[in-house]
T-cell receptor, first 112, second 115 residues
């Protein structure tokens, strides 16, 4: 079945770049997503990438997709303390109910 | 406009009791999802409602879990005879159906503690 893997923790210094990595197993994944969960809140969609793309940039966020290796990454430039949260990678297919499969989430800790 | 709301925000119950968790999706969203988030675990899919179609219950962990969606809007997740392993945050999400990419809007969750 589908599986999405992420490292559990990442600690960075304020102002540095953060890179959160994700691997997935379903080669028929069409869309890959990054969600952010702040403490005590639900998940919020940050960005997504279609599987025929290899990069997408949105302000401080850069998503890289290596479809051959089934590897997705989220780079946050100039990381701020407000970026401290749990980041979830998810994948889905088009068609049908395409219920996304989520990873366990990476806790990003930004320290001064 | 209003987002997805869930109630209660916190629920403490004794083992063996039944609990009901409520989700109010965004108006007009035809798809509704329930997930469970346990400590250190990802989001575990529980159940999915799509319009008037039969729900996808493939993620429900046991027959103690059930959910309904009345009038295509509000949903209630019921856990009967709660066990300590049911302690988790229960998240509800809604989305517009038939669009890709799928953007799910999540509620803040209900934190369930079974003592």
């Amino acid at each position: 079945g589908e599986d999405v893997e992420q490292s559990l923790f990442l600690s960075v210094r304020e102002g540095d770049s953060s890179v959160i990595n994700c691997t997935y197993t379903d080669s028929s994944s069409t869309y890959l997503y990054w969600y952010k969960q702040e403490p005590g809140a639900g998940l919020q969609l940050l960005t997504y990438i279609f599987s025929n793309m290899d990069m997408k940039q949105d302000q401080r966020l850069t998503v890289l997709l290596n479809k051959k290796d089934k590897h997705l990454s989220l780079r946050i430039a100039d990381t701020q303390t407000g970026d401290s949260a749990i980041y979830f990678c998810a994948e889905s297919m088009t068609g049908g109910s395409y219920i996304p499969t989520f990873g366990r989430g990476t806790s990003l800790i930004v320290h001064p | 406009g209003a987002g997805v709301s869930q109630s209660p925000s916190n629920k403490v119950t004794e083992k063996g009791k039944d609990v009901e968790l409520r989700c109010d999706p965004i108006s007009g969203h035809t798809a509704l999802y329930w997930y469970r988030q346990s400590l250190g675990q990802g989001l575990e899919f529980l159940i999915y409602f799509q319009g008037n179609s039969a729900p996808d219950k493939s993620g429900l962990p046991s027959d103690r879990f059930s959910a309904e969606r009345t009038g295509g809007s509000v949903s209630t997740l019921t856990i009967q005879r709660t066990q300590q392993e049911d302690s988790a945050v229960y998240l509800c999400a809604s989305s517009l159906e038939g669009l890709a990419p799928l953007e799910q809007y999540f509620g803040p969750g209900t934190r369930l503690t079974v003592t």
